[in-house]
C-alpha cells in the first residue's frame, strides 16, 4: 500500500459519493490486494472538476470539464477565491441534475476543500461537511488541517485576512 504526504494511503475506491450527485476522487486508488491503479474518467459524470491533471486520466472531450491547479498547502486570497467559484460551479452544476466529479491528486484535501465549501454554500454546517467528508470518502479526506481552519473561519473571512496579509508583506518590501 502507497503512503506518502500526510501518512495517507491510496483511498480504496476512484471517488465516492458525498452528497446524491456530488463525488469526489483522485488520479490513483488501491485495489483490494494493494495495487495502485488509475482512477481515469469515462462518461461517469457530467460535470468533472480537475484541481490537479495528469494525462490518460480523462474526461473526454464530451465532458464539462473545469480545471484549476492549486496545491495542498496555504492558499492565497487568489486561489481561495478559485476554491469558492468552483465550488459554486459545482452546486449550480448539481441543481441542474447533473452529476459533478471533484477530484485532485489523491482524493483528500483540494476537492475536499473544494466538496466541502459547496456543502456549506448548500447549508450545511463547515463541522458537518468535514465529518460527512470523511465518513463518505475517507477518515484521511482533508488532513490538511490549514483547510479545515479556512472552512471552520468561512473562506471568505479566510480570503479577506489571507488578502491583508499579502497586503502587510508587500509594505514591508
Not at 500500500?1 to 476512484?14: I, L, T
Not at 441534475?97 to 459547496?118: D, E, F, K, M, P
Request: charge should be negative.
Amino acid at each position: 500500500m502507497r503512503v506518502k504526504g500526510r501518512g495517507a494511503p491510496d483511498a480504496e475506491h476512484p471517488w465516492n459519493e458525498i452528497v446524491p450527485g456530488l463525488w469526489m476522487g483522485g488520479h490513483h486508488y488501491a485495489t483490494a490486494s494493494g495495487e495502485r491503479v488509475p482512477a481515469v474518467v469515462t462518461d461517469e459524470f457530467d460535470t468533472v472538476i480537475s484541481l490537479y491533471q495528469r494525462e490518460g486520466h480523462g474526461p473526454p472531450a464530451n465532458v464539462e470539464h473545469h480545471y484549476a491547479e492549486l496545491p495542498d498547502a496555504p492558499l492565497t486570497a487568489d486561489q481561495l477565491e478559485v476554491v469558492c467559484r468552483l465550488s459554486d460551479t459545482a452546486v449550480d452544476a448539481l441543481r441542474r441534475g447533473r452529476r459533478v466529479l471533484v477530484r485532485c491528486h489523491s482524493g483528500y484535501n483540494r476537492s475536499g476543500l473544494v466538496v466541502a465549501q459547496g456543502l456549506v454554500g448548500m447549508g450545511y454546517p463547515a463541522d458537518d461537511a468535514v465529518f460527512l467528508i470523511r465518513y463518505r470518502r475517507s477518515k484521511w479526506a482533508l488532513n490538511n488541517h490549514v483547510f479545515v481552519d479556512y472552512l471552520n473561519t468561512g473562506l471568505d473571512v479566510a480570503r479577506l485576512l489571507t488578502g491583508l496579509d499579502s497586503l502587510a508583506q508587500e509594505g514591508d518590501h
